[in-house]
């Protein structure tokens, strides 16, 4: 109880994204999905599932399964994910319960797929980016990332994919065939909220003038960069390979003072995933 209160404490905004992700999540399932009787995936999947067969409400049996997963993969988590996770799935089935008469009265299969994934993944992501996880097979994603290094995103996707099969018990072909398609949908919502809304970007340079090229990035970017020693494996030469980070809309302009200052540049441009460490985390 005492660490509970902790986190409360310390971790406010946290839980107020986590209870904003179930929210949007809820609403999307009593709002589009279930208008269009599609799947899902996860405990939720699971629960429209027994909900189509045999009537049960999605807010109790989520609820119910949420809380053995959630026990289950408590050893396999950090305690703070763990705590978020259960504020999470508990919010999600109080809101299910709460929202459960709420309908827009559309009745279409493309719309609802479409808004219905991206609801899902938005508030997914939210949980997700604020320490939380979402559903069984969301707890299962977050270990693979944890212990495989997986992407949780694709993870989630994947797994979710297991548990829309199940539908094709209960469902016609059509509503499983959207379902699979708002999960691809779902799959990039989350991945955007996860991974931001301005990805960045490492690159890697190797130069004889790295040090004016760095000293041009610094003013252009007011980014700092680290300078390697290295060796050529072909002709052994010694060099020099300069890497820095910066978000995706300054990739162009870098290119451009690299080949200004040497137009023999070799560059590596990759994606970034997590960006972790002062001086990074405001990265813009």
Request: proline share 2%.
């Given at each position: ?19 904003i ?10 709002c589009f ?23 049960f ?5 989520s ?7 959630i ?33 827009t ?11 219905g ?35 949780t995103?694709?993870a ?14 209960v469902l ?13 949908i779902?799959?990039r919502?989350t ?18 003038h ?10 252009f ?19 020099s ?44």
């Open positions: 109880m005492k660490m509970i209160q902790q986190l409360f404490r310390n971790h406010t905004k946290n839980i107020i994204v986590c209870l992700g179930s929210f949007i999540s809820a609403i999307a399932v009593n999905i279930l208008g269009s009787n599609l799947g899902d995936g996860g405990t939720v999947g699971i629960s429209l599932a027994l909900k189509y067969a045999f009537g409400s999605p807010a109790l049996t609820l119910i399964i949420n809380t053995i997963v026990i289950v993969g408590w050893k396999f988590l950090s305690r703070r994910t763990a705590i978020y996770t259960f504020i999470s799935n508990t919010a999600i089935s109080i809101f299910l319960d709460l929202t459960e008469g709420w309908n009265g559309v009745d279409n299969f493309v719309v609802n797929a479409t808004f994934g991206v609801l899902v993944g938005i508030g997914i992501g939210l949980v997700i980016a604020s320490g939380g996880v979402i559903g069984g097979t969301s707890v299962v994603a977050k270990m693979l990332n944890k212990y495989f290094d997986i992407k995103s694709q989630i996707f994947v797994l979710d994919g297991l548990v829309v099969l199940s539908f094709i018990f016609p072909l059509t509503n499983v065939l959207f379902t699979i398609i708002m999960l691809f779902t799959e919502a991945s955007f909220i996860i991974e931001g809304f301005n990805p960045k970007k490492a690159v890697t340079i190797i130069s004889s790295n040090e004016t090229i760095s000293d041009k990035i610094n003013s970017t007011g980014r700092g960069s680290t300078l390697l020693n290295g060796k050529g494996g072909y002709g052994k030469n010694e060099t390979m300069l890497y820095v980070l910066v978000p995706q809309s300054q990739v162009t302009r870098v290119k451009k003072l690299v080949n200004e200052e040497d137009e023999n540049a070799f560059l590596v441009i990759h994606d970034v995933r997590d960006v972790l460490g002062s001086g990074f985390m405001n990265l813009s």
